[in-house]
């Protein structure tokens, strides 16, 4: 027996069949010609995209050279410049203060008397002369505050240092003289080779060690609060000696909380 549904199909498939005739588009309708552009309009629309084209190619936000000019954008190229001059007098800052500490008074804390494997103001005193004392300083002053001095001899690999630093800074400032005095000629000389001044850079090193030893000053003060728990140690002198003792004796800074790395112990 044949379902109504069947039939309903059936009768829609001769339906179609019959007005197929209706769905179908003429060729001619469905492929679109080209457009054809008239030959005496082609000069006028060639001449008029090539004005276009060389406006744009001459045009001053491109900064385009011309032939034999240079090939960078003269505002970028001043701007640097600028504050490269501004920024090398730092290189004789850092020569200057090579030869000198630079001087911090930091607060840092230590377990007191009263609490488990802590220390007595005593105690404390006593560590803290050993230290200095084996760190070649001598005590010029005792009382309240405890002042020490040291010598700090010259270092070979600082001199060094300076010398590579400021060969860089040389060898840059030569970069940035060629390209500003292109084609330059001096009397005698000709052309001159700017990247030569980096020849100078030895006098950094010749500056820093006729300083001779460095005087390094040291003062410390301690304290412990009431129920003697904490012992407070405020040490005024130079950076560089401060980081070592306080790593050495295991002090931690007032206020802050240290967070063991992941190398440690």
Known sequence: MISPSFCLLAALLVSMARHSSAFVMPVNKIVSRPSIVPVNAMPEF??????????????????????????YSRASYYTILGLYLLSFPGLWSTIKRSTKAKIKRTTYVAPGENVEGGKGLRQQAGEIMAY??????????????????????RSTSQAFF???CTALAFLSLGLVLQIQFQGLELPVIGEPNWYLLSLLSPYAGLYYWKQGDRVDDCEVKLEANDDETENEITVQGSDEE????????EWQEKGMVKIEGLLEG
Request: glycine share 8%; hydrophobic share 45%.
């Open 46 to 71: 060639s001449t008029g995209f090539l004005d276009s084209v060389s406006t744009l190619m001459t045009a001053d936000v491109l900064d385009v050279p011309e032939a034999g000019g240079v090939s």
């Open 242 to 249: 401060m980081e070592r003792m306080w790593r050495t004796l």
């Open 162 to 164: 300076l010398v590579f």
């Open 132 to 153: 200095m004392k084996a760190n070649n300083y001598e005590v010029v002053e005792a009382g309240e505050t405890i002042k020490f001095r040291g010598i700090v001899q």
